[in-house]
């Protein structure tokens, strides 16, 4: 069945770095859009970017990581990364990462950052 297995997570300070990884399995993954969410307790999950399959030519950011985090895909690996510069305070959250195959979404089970000092 479809899997994926996200890691990275971690305290850091702010100003800091930090990159995810998202495993897939179960699927073929260069097919597959790829997407990073992110979620506050209390708080609708957000869409922080996405990256097209296949090559990953194309990608989307939101307009508050937009020149800090980088998306990228490794389909030999069949991981999605996400690097993520000059963390901020507003950017701790549950990271998760996701997919969509026949219509159905899939989910990880998220992996959490923390940015404080």
């Known amino acids: 069945q479809v899997r994926l297995v996200e890691s990275g997570g971690g305290l850091v300070e702010p100003g800091g770095s930090l990159r995810l990884s998202c495993v897939g399995s179960g699927f073929p993954f260069n097919q597959n859009v790829m997407y990073w969410y992110r979620q506050v307790p209390g708080k609708e999950r957000e869409k922080v970017a996405l990256i097209s399959n296949a090559g990953g030519g194309y990608k989307e950011y939101a307009n508050s990581v937009k020149g800090r985090f980088a998306i990228s895909r490794d389909n030999a690996k069949n991981t999605v990364y996400l690097q993520m510069n000059n963390l901020e305070p507003e950017d701790t959250a549950v990271y998760y990462c996701?997919?969509?195959?026949?219509?159905?979404?899939?989910w990880g089970q998220g992996t959490q950052v923390t940015v404080s000092s």
């Open positions: 996701r997919t969509t195959r026949s219509g159905v979404e899939y």
